[in-house]
């Protein structure tokens, strides 16, 4: 059980933000239990846990989203009630989620200054306006992003800077950014770093809440650790490493992190030959066996998704072969792929993986209903609701009732619905693309878990992932993928940063 902070009866003016013994309780639940944490100017701090840990809810209080059951807030040394987003935003706290509060339909500029648009009685300087939005993003560096262009027309970096370029029109101070990089490729990812960076030099106190560790060391001043809605400590990030921070969020060391598998390695059981498809996907040959993990390394826009989409039916083939089991089959569809025991889990969850506004229930058992039903095709609620229990249990899915939609459960949860509404199709050859993406740690280790009882089954399991660490931990063999091709094919003991670094950036081995 971690230990709570002491509590505070002054607040320390060193701190912008200083959060003194918050407490919230959820129908009976305590989502947050005596937490202080604090911010710096010009800091960026890192905040970090599981899902539930209560990340989330502490910024949510901090922004207004939520009202604290007690506890205070002070900033810049005095005590600042907060109990709307209204009051967030005048204390100068703005938070970007992942899922953008812009509205697509008005400019770049419109967006920015959308609290001006909302003015009663008061004439818009419509020149004015844009050159203020002009202004506002030369300062960040993006002058180039053109201020009379539709928000739904921008990339999704730029729809992030422009999240930025809002907050710091209503001259916010404090900038929380939840999970950030989630959505973003890896150029814009160093984009972001800088703009984050120049943010921090100009005195804004950033927190930054992400599961990906080496962003959080790569970036950070100053690292709170959560668990369980309890405040575990703060560190100062360079004296603290990986292996302590893990062991801190999930009680485990890191070398509990990949869970250990022996490996039983069968016949080939697919094969691919000569696949391409359209620009991204040039002459590609592999194939995988039973009881393996194979996984598909390589930097975005490698071609990693695109070629698995092809032999999946999601994208046309241009040409290639596909073998399963030794005969050559044709893949004119996903539904033909899982008729003939290929199943893909995709890269985007929500947007493909899952139905959030369906029950639980329904997303686990879509894809095989047939086999509940019985006499005039009437599903027996028995046999469906059995098959769903055992499912529930062998992926430890934490559900309050299966009746809820699927919308309702974390991030890990959610992930582990859409594996087992793959499992459901009763594939062979399972395609995972980026399978533990916006997932906690402990999380992953659940689905690690869950990915070594599969190829013990004798599944054969296609494995897509930008995390190194997560190749190297899981995988029997690697293909590394650059511009549209194989570059090379590493056996375990080849394994290593480096070697998967040289052949996806095209230095020879």
């Not at 209560?54 to 209080?61: A, H």
């Not at 422009?162 to 710091?168: N, P, T």
Request: net charge neutral; charged share 25%.
């Amino acid at each position: 059980m971690a230990e709570t902070a002491e509590i505070k009866v002054t607040a320390d003016v060193q701190y912008h933000v200083d959060m003194q013994n918050i407490c919230k309780i959820f129908g009976g639940v305590k989502a947050l239990q005596d937490v202080c944490f604090q911010i710096r100017s010009g800091e960026i701090h890192a905040l970090i846990g599981e899902n539930g840990a209560g990340k989330s809810t502490l910024m949510k209080i901090l922004s207004g989203a939520y009202v604290r059951d007690s506890g205070e807030i002070y900033i810049n040394g005095k005590k600042a009630n907060i109990g709307c987003p209204k009051d967030g935003i005048e204390h100068g706290v703005s938070v970007i989620y992942q899922e953008f509060a812009l509205i697509g339909s008005l400019t770049v500029a419109e967006n920015i200054f959308i609290d001006k648009l909302s003015e009663k009685g008061k004439l818009i300087n419509w020149k004015k306006l844009r050159q203020k939005a002009r202004d506002v993003l030369d300062s960040l560096g993006f002058g180039n992003i053109p201020v009379n262009k539709m928000v739904s027309e921008l990339s999704v970096a730029h729809q992030q800077v422009v999240e930025i370029c809002k907050a710091l029109a209503r001259e916010s101070s404090v900038l929380i950014l939840d999970e950030p990089t989630a959505v973003l490729a890896t150029s814009e990812v160093e984009q972001l770093f800088k703009l984050l960076n120049d943010l921090r030099a100009k005195g804004v106190a950033i927190v930054y809440i992400s599961h990906r560790l080496e962003e959080i060391f790569r970036l950070s001043d100053r690292i709170t650790v959560m668990k369980d809605g309890c405040y575990v400590g703060t560190y100062e990030t360079p004296s603290i490493d990986e292996k302590k921070l893990v062991s801190l969020m999930i009680g485990r060391t890191l070398e509990s992190y990949f869970p250990a598998r022996e490996s039983h390695i069968g016949e080939t059981i697919f094969k691919v030959e000569n696949i391409a498809s359209g620009r991204a996907v040039k002459d590609v040959s592999f194939e995988v066996h039973e009881g393996e993990v194979l996984g598909i390394s390589g930097l975005v826009g490698s071609g990693r998704t695109e070629t698995m989409r092809a032999i999946f039916g999601a994208d046309p083939l241009d040409s290639g072969k596909i073998y399963l089991n030794g005969k050559a089959i044709k893949v004119k569809s996903p539904r033909s792929a899982v008729k003939q025991g290929i199943g893909m889990l995709p890269e985007d969850r929500k947007a493909h993986g899952v139905l959030l506004n369906l029950p639980i229930r329904q997303n686990i058992t879509m894809t095989r209903l047939k086999s509940f039903t019985g006499l005039f095709n009437v599903i027996s609620k028995k046999k469906e609701t059995d098959y769903i229990e055992d499912m529930v249990q062998r992926l430890a899915i934490k559900v309050g009732s299966v009746e809820n939609n699927t919308s309702s459960l974390s991030g890990g949860n959610q992930q582990k619905v859409a594996i087992a509404k793959l499992l459901a199709s009763d594939c062979k050859v399972l395609i995972l693309d980026e399978p533990t993406r916006g997932v906690d740690v402990g999380a992953k280790i659940e689905i690690y878990k869950i990915i070594n009882s599969l190829v013990a089954q004798k599944y054969a399991v296609i494995m897509i992932s930008s995390e190194m660490m997560e190749v190297i931990g899981m995988c029997d063999r690697v293909m590394v993928m650059r511009a549209g091709s194989i570059a090379g094919e590493l056996e375990k003991d080849e394994l290593t940063e480096q070697n998967l670094i040289n052949y996806s950036m095209g230095v020879n081995v």
